[in-house]
């Protein structure tokens, strides 16, 4: 493992962060707040300092894809503007490894809050399934909230969430009865998302849960759609 300051919170978090996803959604503490075919998000209403840092989870299934291809997508600063609508820049501060970076984001304002950032390391990993042998392995993306010398302090412009967010996939394969080749029609992907932000500063509790009610939502569909998009019609990356 590369000898980096950073690597074992990277290992901690992203372990911690598995573990936590494929808690699932039990335990009637997760309260579904958006359904969208195969889509469901789940959020706890919890506050720090006064501030909503309402942890969400969502799960969802994705035919067609891998989940290998799913966090690949998540994890490539590359495509990143092609289906994140809220972000306005975006620079790459450090490549620690080519599965892991670490990036910061300038968010785009939303009303009426002042604009924000995020500075955070970036990882992604392939997991093998420790408890279904002839299961696919599974892949999960981890994006955690770091300090970097070369981030601008911001004098005051911009605020700074703090964030934790995980993308993992289990992919099944239903080979054809046939025998055939295993095409994209008999892949399906199921995803779990978690995420806690810290908007890092005072939004009013209610306009901050509108902002999740709308944008948590748009941003899973609008992600796992362009990973389909993409994906069609190319070789499959198990
Ligand atoms: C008044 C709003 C204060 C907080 C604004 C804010 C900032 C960053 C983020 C965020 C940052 C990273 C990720 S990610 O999953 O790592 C993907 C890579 O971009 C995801 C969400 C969220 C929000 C909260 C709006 C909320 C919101 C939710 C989904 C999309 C946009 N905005």
Known sequence: APAHPLWPEIERVTL????????????GVWQLF????????????EEVDGLA????KAVHTVKGVTGREMTHYFFSPDVRFEW?????QMKVLETIADDTLVILQIHKRVWPASQRDALFWSHVRRVPNDTDRDAQDIWIACNHSTEHHEAPSNEGKM??????????????????????PVTRDHLTCKITYCSVVNPGGWVPTSAL?????REYPKFLKRFTQYVKDRCDKQPILF
């Open 209 to 213: 849960r509108a902002v999740y009610k």
């Open 34 to 45: 958006a359904e969208d075919g195969e889509m469901k998000m789940y959020k706890r209403e």
């Open 53 to 56: 840092v309402d942890p969400l």
């Open 84 to 88: 994140e609508t809220t972000l306005e």
């Open 16 to 27: 911690e962060q598995l573990q936590y996803a494929r808690l699932g959604v039990e335990g």
């Open 159 to 180: 605020v700074r969430v703090a964030l934790t967010v995980c993308l993992v996939c289990q992919t099944s394969i239903e080979p054809p009865a046939d025998g055939g």
